[in-house]
């Protein structure tokens, strides 16, 4: 029941920022309950095909979906997700701790620099491309589907903040567009990502009907709140999830 009511909280703020949130899941359940690292990374990945289900439809609903460039990206995203799943499959768990850490926080520095220094960061000179059709949008497609979901599959983080960066700077979405759009992008990478951890061995199917459960049901009650909250708000909460999980992570690693 613990396990299941934390899962909702976050749940709630997973939705309200338009993460899978895989990486703070996976920081709570080795930091704090205890379950050893390929079996979080495995559980919170396919637990995550749910989550985004549900928030991404809150997030339709709430028109903050761009449905053509969520699948084209997210399912390139797969394939990608399929293989990282397998190549963590067979790193030390003691790596891994470090690795997730490492990539959320990594994360969270660019989502920082892109959200609260556009005009001034390493993201100054670049501007949208807001590609939308062509042969252009294609091979932006394919390769940012492929390159989040190898970051996906092999961290477990669901690259939330790198897929909101790609939505943000090559197809030129706005804020709440990328949110929303991040949750559609997510959920193919997320259901192959889970089945290659699947197939190894690393999904514990009790401790997933638990994450499933509360990260459901509370994305997509978070998800009502991303247009109704200001926007420092939406930016702060961006930033300061991912930095949890990976200060979590690195820190709470006793290997």
């Keep these: 029941m613990l396990?299941?009511?934390?899962?909702?909280?976050?749940?709630?703020?997973?939705?309200?920022i338009g993460a899978g949130g895989a990486g703070v899941v996976i920081a709570?359940?080795?930091?704090?309950?205890?379950?050893?690292?390929?079996?979080?990374l495995g559980?919170?990945?396919?637990?995550?095909?749910?989550?985004?289900?549900s928030g991404a439809y809150s997030h339709?609903?709430?028109g903050n979906v761009?449905?053509?460039?969520?699948?084209?990206?997210?399912?390139?995203?797969?394939?990608?997700a399929f293989g990282g799943a397998k190549l963590a499959a067979s790193l030390p768990g003691s790596w891994m701790h470090w690795l997730t850490g490492i990539m959320l926080l990594v994360s969270a520095a660019l989502i920082y620099i892109k959200v609260f220094h556009p005009q001034d960061g390493i993201f100054a000179h670049i501007s949208p491309r807001e590609l939308t059709e062509g042969k252009k949008f294609w091979l932006a497609a394919v390769l940012s589907g492929i390159v989040n979901g190898i970051l996906s599959g092999t961290f477990g983080i669901g690259a939330t903040p790198f897929i909101q960066l790609t939505?943000?700077?090559?197809?030129g979405l706005s804020l709440h567009e990328a949110v929303g759009t991040t949750m559609l992008v997510i959920l193919?990478?997320?259901?192959?990502?889970?089945?290659?951890?699947?197939?190894?061995?690393?999904i514990d199917f009790v401790l997933f009907a638990e994450v499933v459960a509360g990260l459901t049901g509370g994305a997509y009650l978070g998800a009502k709140g991303t247009r109704r909250l200001p926007p420092l708000v939406?930016?702060?909460?961006?930033?300061?999830?991912?930095?949890?999980?990976g200060v979590m992570l690195i820190f709470g690693n006793k290997s």
């Design 234 to 245: 939406l930016k702060i909460a961006m930033v300061a999830v991912p930095v949890l999980g």
């Design 167 to 171: 939505l943000l700077l090559l197809f």
């Design 43 to 53: 559980t919170s990945l396919g637990a995550m095909a749910f989550t985004t289900l």
């Design 3 to 16: 396990i299941l009511l934390t899962m909702f909280v976050m749940g709630c703020l997973l939705g309200f």
């Design 60 to 62: 339709f609903r709430e």
């Design 66 to 80: 761009l449905p053509r460039i969520g699948w084209s990206v997210g399912l390139f995203g797969a394939g990608g």
């Design 188 to 202: 193919p990478i997320a259901v192959m990502g889970g089945i290659g951890y699947l197939t190894s061995g690393f």
């Design 28 to 40: 709570v359940l080795t930091t704090v309950f205890g379950i050893p690292i390929h079996t979080a």
